[in-house]
DNA sequence: GCGCTATGTTTGTGATCACAGACATGCACC
DNA sequence: GGTGCATGTCTGTGATCACAAACATAGCGC
């Protein structure tokens, strides 16, 4: 008998093969973690040099990404990823605070100690990333915080809308990031994990909805 | 031999031609306004047909509407629309209920007289519709209250949103429709019209918050 | 020098093809 | 008559090709 042997090490990022899942979800982590500028042009044929695909993949990829709203479609076809409006980027963080808040407001009846040390912990590593000024390991390690409290919400539906939000403030937040000159510990982290502990709802909304309402507002100009 | 072309639907819906597009545009329609029920199956080959298009246009528009959430990819990929569980509708209604809420009272301040008119209109439709027993106008004209409410909210960001969960919705709301006997007036739509009247963002929200919730309560066992 | 055009390149779009996996049907064999 | 295997069809996947529009550039005429 044979063993099943999966040649392809190097690059599989998945045991799902997949040409236009890989090529999708490289993109899109790329895209929601700040690694691709507001308004940089990408194209079928350099996705798929990139990615040693053909354009079909490619191009399936670019479209989802499209539909998500994470890039924007210019006229004649063209994709890009999308230079956002401040009323756009109001709306956007206005959106993040209704989702994210009733989220955790769901996680807190579900919240032990096992995630808030999980939590902790993951502060600490956005703490070491603030103070080595890496901008995608930042943007990385906050939305992990974020989706770790909201995971225990047991609600996929309403996760999946909020990464869809971050999905499309991901080429933006690099540029925020660039004006957040100072060391900014977790401030509000703090605080959310604070009220995790002590079981208390009201305060748990107050410091999400500050927490992801105030890095937007230095955008906003 | 000889294929003979159909032009089924509804011919030259839009001027922007790109078949993918008028594609992605009928099925949209069809599975928001409850034209396709829950668990029916769709093959790339079965659209190319219907629509007078090869295999890639159809492929992109089904991969959009199942980026969307419209559809539901099965494993090995085939798509169907989805049949939701308990859990999720309670979760898309409670998204709709935060979403809608949030665009009602945005829009109140810019709702003048012409479109409470406008308004009161789409509700006399939506009482034809239910003395018809007509399903599909029925949810798609309801929806169009609410998108001409939204409109004045300025959010298409938003907007988009809560599309977007209609979206996912709408296999489900056509069952909805099948247990909902009574020949149902839109009385939270009259409270709707009534708050803005008003000016009474309170009542606002609340008959808001009702007309979403209280629908999809019918579906939930 | 300046403007316009012609052309060559790059882009997205859509059709077609080859392929592999899933699924069902049916036939042969026990 | 029942079980198992074979086959044939139907499915999605990905590559390739032909085509048209957009863009940039170089060249020409004035």
Redesign the interface.
């Known amino acids: 008998m044979s063993i099943p042997v999966k040649p392809i090490a190097a690059p599989a990022t998945d045991t799902s093969a997949s040409a236009h899942d890989r090529v999708y979800r490289a993109l899109r982590a790329r895209i929601m973690y700040g690694d691709i500028a507001p308004g940089e042009a990408l194209t079928l044929r350099g996705i798929g040099r990139e990615y040693g695909v053909s354009m079909t993949p490619a ?2 990829s670019l ?2 990404l ?4 994470a890039l924007s479609l210019s006229s004649s076809g063209r994709v890009a990823t999308p230079e956002l409006s401040n ?2 980027i109001e ?2 963080a ?2 993040r605070a ?2 994210e808040v ?1 989220l955790s407001s769901r996680a807190l009846p579900r919240a032990h100690m096992a995630l808030i040390d999980r939590l902790q912990a993951i502060n600490m590593t956005i703490a070491e990333k603030v103070s080595k000024r890496d901008a995608v390991g930042y943007i990385r390690t906050n939305l992990e915080f974020h989706r770790t409290l909201y995971l225990r919400a ?5 996760l ?2 909020a990464e ?1 939000v971050w999905l ?1 403030l991901g080429p933006t937040m690099r540029a925020l990031y660039g004006r957040l000159r100072r060391t900014d510990p977790p401030q509000n982290h703090r605080l959310i994990i604070a009220a995790l502990k002590a079981g208390d709802e009201p305060g748990l909304r107050l410091a999400v909805r500050s927490d992801v309402t105030q890095g937007l507002r230095l955008l906003v100009v």
């Open positions: 191009r399936e479209r989802r499209v539909a998500e709203g009323e756009r709306e956007l206005a959106l209704l989702i009733e047991q609600a996929p539906a309403m999946a809308m869809t499309q």
